[in-house]
């Protein structure tokens, strides 16, 4: 370094955060002792605009080169400091932070000895700040273009904003239609707006957008570069029908010779389906898929003398020949928009889902009311092999939600409202049934949800306190054995249907959109956000949002409120054009790397790759870092064995004399 | 082992136009003493051997090698290096082919089945070696030692070395060609020199290791002669930041040789070289042998076996038990 270190250290009260277990007059008067230091000065909170005011002051008028603030951790403030030295005209890399706050003054109580760590924590801080070089950021360019993952009504709404803005957006959806778990609803609380009403126009809208690409029945299989440069590959899963020539007339589902033989995944396996066919009539686009696995054909070899729906499709679109398509292309940005499962009720047993027929879930009730379900809304089960109409139904809440006994900690936040308009709408097709709700609390904490719950009660649904402990069969009724907790009353009733409320899970193949996208989960599974507060939809990853049921359980209104975030983050980079990558970033010393690639298997980033490189004529591997997606985590320096790879600003040579000045080291 | 099979080959394969040298064993200048031989040309292929006395891992020499500087315009030599292996000298390869300290196609191994080393050391101290050349061969339950005209048989687990004792692998994992049939994994007898360390007390073990270590003249052979340790600047030999200091002492030994051993976890195939190279007879071998069991009862990581493996110290389990993690 050519010019002398002229050191301010700036201390924080945190009005009395910091002051009232750390002696601030003390410290600064130390921090006056240290070497190199000029300026100390304390403030009740330094991150205000006078705190800030003060330093630039400084800076200005005392010529300061280097600036340690001890106040909170640098998570929160660290940009905030380096903006405003950056002002001043310093490079705004030469700002070290002392956490005194988190590290100090929130775990300690005795005042001396947090004076005295108080005093450590700036001296080292000052001895590193000493040795920091200037960095620059820099900026790339960005695509123009947003990857959306999931077209259910997160990832629609997010794509529709990100397309009305003018941006490309490109919407890959893996089940041959849009719509996801919203279209398979019926009516929606607490309003009772049909869902398809709501959702079916902006199906329709997300496929003729001219900024969407939509691509249906299709997977990404890979995701490459970083936020402004990523570089994907997709995978057009063979539909076996031409997609262009296909009018969605459906002669071939009638014809298909396995017609109406199949579960339909959309109507939760309560309707049939053919080998080809449209999950449901309002699908978008309207266009027919085979089944591989159910194709005879396809599975077999053969289907009679030739395949019956090739021979009716007067448009000549289905093509057994087809394979599936990789599609590449480049995204400034990426929302995970992946969705839900439901519980699986059968890890509940003692409910008897699965071995009673007429023990549903929450979604088959959905599709049992709904006018397009199998059933065209006709409330009907088998109960054994005799199709009935329920006349005594009840609904029990929290399966597979606040119950550790299955591992789910968390509350799905849907249930008792979805089990409040199921019972609502039993009540209006079935004025005569009798309607018991078990429950262990209600949670009826959004807008109109405490007044549709009430409505609901006054109805005539009869709320129990008390989760059932069984579920058996006695004569042809079912028998439902709970207590009543708010009487302390053992009953025993006897019921035609029972609907368990199953929660939210995360999706069943969670983990390979994790590996694809190197995201990180909370306990519950659920992706996890940046921040909990403040960074709700960003991941940890820069240019990579989550939108909707796969970062947690939440209703519709809520999942367009996040898909809207989303999409409002996500069309940052892409209105700039531009991404502004951090300057603290892992550097390589090509002269002692060996070129082992351990770092590269350590990073979390895929931010190191190898590169080959001419030394005096011999072709040798060395590692080379990405500095836009690399995030100085510095896992990669732990790993190098040679200390061939160190991050900018925590290099050796500038934390090694931080920690000697803590007192732990000679 | 058939050496006139063992010279055949070895002739025809520096013959070969893809091959720059061949390493391999030769009789040192006296004694029990074995050198590398570095073959160029098919008629030195006659002074190879290879006998219980061949207990150098010729694996180090692949990254030993220096790469001068070549002149403006001219192409590096890309032929590959033909390379001698035992059982355990395969493993380091195969280690330094997943760390891509080489490449495959840089090398081409001839496969040594090997029944077990002796411990040279200790074969000198019971039957005490003269200056005419020696040779030992491999025969049942016994060595049988040639020297001055004389033969003596020597009952094998006397002079066998600790390494081979232990030895899962003796024949050789990877190979282009091999020589003789394979051998039965002999013993796998319990680590008994590392039960015996981890037995003491906490303080008898660290007076154990200070013992040790203070005797170390801080000579590198350990590292110099580690298959794995190819680093082109090791870190303890840097001045900024100094990890370890250059004085001889207990302490800065100490450093030395935990900080190597560190470096090897879950690298260190058990070659033994580091311990039979040191004129201290610091019982390295011990140190790492201990840390390649944890890792390997701890994370079922084995280096050196599988060649589709990641390095151990580069990967993550997401279900890992962390079972020392509290």
Redesign the interface.
Known sequence: MTEKPKLGVYICHCGINISATVDVEALTEYALTLPNVKVARHYSYMCSDPGQLLIKNDIKAEGLNRIVVASCSPRMHEPTFRKSIQAAGLNPYFLEMANIREQCSWVHEDRTEATIKAKKLVAAAVAKVRLLEPLEAREVEAERSALIIGAGIAGIQAALDIADAGFKVYLVEKSPSVGGRMAQLDKTFPTLDCSACILTPKMVDSANHPNIELITYAEVEEVKGYIGNFEIKVRKKARYVDFDKCTGCGDCASACRVANRFASEFDEGMGKRSAVYLPFPQAVPAKYTIDPKSCLYLTKGKCGKAPKCAEVCGAGAINFEQTDELVEFKAGAIIVATGFDVFDATGKPEYGYGQYPNVITGLEMERLVSASGPTGGKIKVFNGAEEIVPQEIAFIQCVGSRDKSVGVEYCSRVCCMYTAKQAHLIVDKLPEAKVRVYYMDVRAFGKGFEEFYDRVRREGVRYIRGNPSEIFKRGNKLVIKAEDTLTATPLEDEVDMVVLAVGLKPRSDYRTTMELLRLSQSPDQFFLEAHPKLRPVDTATDGIFLAGCCQGPKDIPDTVAQAKGAASSAMIPLAKGKVTIGAQVATVFE????????????CPYSAIE?VTVN???????VARVNEALCKGCGSCSA?C???SIQPKSFR??QI?PQIAALGVLR | MDLDKLRKTAAEVVSRDDVKYLIGWRPGSYGYRVAPGFVEEASAAETLIFSPLCTINLATYLTLTE??????G???DQRKVALMVKGCDSRAVLQLLV???IRRDQVLLIGCPCPGVVDTALLSLKYPETESPADLKWNGDHFLLRQDGQETAIPRLSVLAEKCRLCRYPNPVISDITLGEPVEAQLTAEDSAVAEVEAMELGARAAYWEEWFSRCLRCYACRNSCPLC??????LD?L??TWVNRAVNFSENTAFHVARAF?LVGRCIECGECERVCPANIPLGRLNRKLAREVREQYGHEPGIDPDG??F????KPDDPEEFIL
């Open positions: 002269a002692t790397c060996r070129g082992c690639g351990f770092c590269v298997s350590i190898l030394r005096m004529g011999h072709m040798i591997e790993g064995l040679s200390d050796d040579r090694l | 790469k001068l500087p070549l002149p403006r001219s192409a590096p760390e891509k300290g190819y680093c082109r600047d090791c870190v840097r900024n930041p470096h990641k390095p110290q580069a990967g993550f």
